[in-house]
Nanobody, 115 residues
């Protein structure tokens, strides 16, 4: 059974930091492209950051320079370090694992940035 479990969300003030974690079970993480998505109320889910199997990364323009995605295959964990948080970063953040035709999602973790 595949599970992606996010943690690390919470309430933070503008300018603060949070680190999200996504622990995967039931998959060989090193084979998967791992991503973080977010969905704000009334908006579509959007890609925030992704990291490939060789560590290559890409980011949404809105988070470049503030967020960093990383992975620890030995721990089957992916991280999203979020710095200089803004109210517009408020959303539910989801972890995604993709390999060939397989796509897995976590249940999401809420991030709320107060102004």
């Amino acid at each position: 059974q595949v599970q992606l479990v996010e943690s690390g969300g919470g309430l933070v003030q503008t300018g603060g930091s949070l680190r999200l974690s996504c622990v995967a079970s039931g998959i060989i993480l090193r084979l998967y492209t791992m991503s973080w998505y977010r969905q704000a109320p009334g908006k579509q889910r959007e890609l925030v950051a992704a990291i490939g199997i060789v560590g290559n990364t890409n980011y949404a323009d809105s988070v470049k320079g503030r967020f960093t995605i990383s992975r620890d295959n030995a721990k089957n964990t992916v991280y999203l370090q979020m710095n200089s948080l803004k109210p517009e970063d408020t959303a539910v953040y989801y972890c995604n694992g993709h390999y060939v035709k397989m796509d897995y999602w976590g249940q999401g973790t809420q991030v709320t940035v107060s102004s």
